[in-house]
């Protein structure tokens, strides 16, 4: 059989990667795709000094890739929204498949690539977006498919996970631990997406929209970073049996689905909560399943690359299926896409981890738990830290409320003359039904 050409846009971590692995397995890849694979063209800009790219083709114009008859499949990996937008559609426009690794692409032009896609009949392949090496994507829009899928949690942004464990493990500085994280390759070109939660939100998008068959909506996505996590609730935290980690969760519940990336607390005894440095994981509860969890590198050239190549073998033995006959991009067939709401934050459901600054006088904590009980909110724990100070730190951890109760009781708190400040609230949740 022919081969299949392949034209990549973008020679920087993860392109650097993409053509070392192809390169490197070619023969293996071939035993799998029944192909030989091979780089037609490179569009980059600049040369990646880790790769040997002497004998393919190089051009500083991406669209000169997307355009070159030769080529079957655009291997996009320049990341961005705009020209990368403008650069898959006109692989679309031209009969090419896609392969991409840019989450931000997809979770917020997702929808309208995937129908550009599916009226050409070409294949949009995003494995390598959402969790690096890790076939989370595979995982639930194919291994999962016999189930109704509850909900899912994952540590998805590998830098916020690096920062928080080298904070917490070793004391070292929050901008320290980042600049460690860019020079890895592993933080995003703008790393506020990564500090503030927008990367991770990203993927949570695309993963709830796999698991719930909805469309993408991004926009929809409650995001809460980890720069104001103190070192104090860290240890708190930990005194209580919990950890902090950056989770991404989506979860299907009566009236609607829940997405949303926030800090959050978790049993210490958890798996997922021995996820450390830049490694990711996700676990996904489906009905017929039980929980299962998947873990591994979240970012880095070659973890990246691992997703990127699969995914352009997966399109390589689909290349004669029809659009009807192939998985569809989003796990459910397009027509048969849910319009069940996503949910804003007031309407979801959580156990919550408080603190505030009380001053040290008598029946401050009465007032404190009187006006929890008036909202509904059960305790489950409470401890007030000894200190020489007039103010103490309390600590109080509740049983699961609506977030808008919470709110309410939050802003009663905070206007109680005996607390000082604002009132820290972090979410807590126990994985369970
Ligand atoms: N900046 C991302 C991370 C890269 O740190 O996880 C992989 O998407």
């Not at 070409?122 to 999962?144: D, H, Q, T, W, Y």
């Not at 929209?209 to 809460?224: C, M, N, R, V, Y």
Request: with cysteine.
């Amino acid at each position: 059989m022919k081969p299949v050409k392949v034209g990549i846009c973008g020679l920087g971590t993860v392109g650097g990667g993409t053509f070392n692995v192809l390169k490197r397995n070619a023969e293996e890849i071939e035993r799998r795709a029944g192909r030989q694979i091979i780089v037609e063209q490179i569009g980059t800009r600049h040369e990646n000094p880790a790769c040997d790219t002497k004998g393919t083709q190089l051009t500083a114009d991406i669209f000169e890739v997307a355009s070159n008859p030769e080529v079957d499949i655009v291997v996009e990996l320049i990341g961005g929204y705009d020209v990368a937008l403008q650069l898959v559609m006109t692989a679309i426009e031209n009969g090419k498949h896609v392969v991409t690794a840019n989450k931000a692409l997809i979770a917020v032009h997702g929808n309208e690539i995937f129908e550009a896609a599916q009226k050409k009949n070409v294949m949009v392949a995003f494995e390598a977006s959402v969790a690096g090496g890790i076939p989370i994507i595979k995982a639930i829009r194919e291994g999962l498919a016999s189930n109704r899928i509850n909900w899912l949690a994952g540590i998805i942004n590998g830098t916020g996970n690096f920062i928080m464990t080298e904070m917490r493990e070793k004391g070292r500085d929050f901008n320290d631990v980042l600049k460690e994280a860019q020079a890895l390759g592993y933080a995003e070109a703008d790393p506020t997406f990564d500090v503030e939660g927008i990367d991770a939100a990203h993927k949570l998008t695309i993963l709830a929209s796999l698991a719930f068959g909805i469309p993408l909506q991004f926009e929809k996505a409650f995001t809460e970073g980890i720069s104001k996590i103190t070192r104090e609730d860290v240890q708190y935290a930990e005194e209580l049996g919990y950890r902090i980690k950056h989770l991404g969760i989506s979860r299907h519940a009566e009236n609607g689905i829940e997405l949303r990336v926030h800090p959050t607390l978790i049993p210490r005894s958890a798996l997922i909560a021995n996820v450390n440095g830049v490694m990711n994981a996700v676990m996904v509860d489906g009905d017929a399943v039980g929980q299962t969890l998947y873990y591994g590198a979240g970012a880095g050239a070659e973890p990246t690359a691992s997703a990127v190549v699969s995914d352009i073998i997966d399109v390589v033995r689909t290349l004669t299926a029809d659009r009807d006959n192939r998985v569809p991009h989003l796990a459910f067939q397009p027509s048969a896409l849910s319009d069940v709401p996503v949910l804003p934050i007031s309407e979801t459901e959580s156990a919550y981890y408080l603190r505030m600054n009380a001053v040290e006088k008598p029946g401050v904590l009465a007032k404190v738990s009187s006006i929890l009980g008036e909202e509904g909110i059960n305790i489950e724990a409470i401890i007030q830290k000894e200190t020489k100070e007039y103010q103490v730190p309390v600590i109080i951890l509740t049983q699961r409320v609506l977030e808008r109760k919470m709110d309410e009781a939050i802003s009663r708190i905070e206007a109680l003359d005996e607390i000082n400040g604002q009132v820290t609230r972090i979410r807590v949740e126990h994985f369970t039904a």
